[in-house]
C-alpha cells in the first residue's frame, strides 16, 4: 500500500485542522492504520492509530482529549481531526499502516508539515 499525507500547514494556536491520508491499494481495508508526528530535533512518536474496521481507537495519552482518528475504507483515507493545536503540536505528521498489530508499521506516508504559531 501506498500512502501520501496532506492537510498540513500554518494555523494558530487554538485552531483546529484535518490531515487526510490516501492509500493506494485494493486491500486497504486489510491494515491497521496510524498517525505518528516529528518534531524538529526529536524522534517520531505515536500519535494514533484506528483498527481496521474502525471499532478501536488508540492514542498518546497526551493527545486524546484533542485529536481524533477516522478512516474511509470506501475512500481509502485515514484522517487526522486535531483540535485546541498547541504550538507544542508543530511537528510532520505521518500517516502509516501495517498489517496486524504484531507487526511493525512497514508503509509509511512522505509526511506533511503542521506548524502552530503561538
Known amino acids: 500500500v501506498q500512502l501520501q499525507a496532506s492537510g498540513g500547514g500554518l494555523v494558530q494556536a487554538g485552531g483546529s485542522l484535518r490531515l487526510s491520508c490516501a492509500a493506494s491499494g485494493r486491500t486497504f481495508s486489510s491494515y491497521t492504520v496510524g498517525w505518528f508526528r516529528q518534531a524538529p530535533g526529536k524522534e517520531r512518536v505515536f500519535v494514533a492509530r484506528i483498527t481496521r474496521d474502525s471499532r478501536s481507537t488508540y492514542y498518546a495519552d497526551s493527545l486524546k482529549d484533542r485529536f481524533t482518528i477516522s478512516r474511509d475504507n470506501a475512500r481509502n483515507t485515514i484522517y487526522l481531526q486535531m483540535n485546541s493545536l498547541k504550538p507544542e503540536d508543530t511537528a510532520v505528521y505521518y500517516c502509516?499502516?501495517?498489517?496486524?498489530?504484531?507487526?511493525?508499521?512497514?508503509?509509511w506516508g512522505q509526511g506533511t508539515q503542521v506548524t502552530v504559531s503561538s
Open positions: 502509516a499502516a501495517r498489517i496486524a498489530t504484531t507487526w511493525p508499521w512497514d508503509y
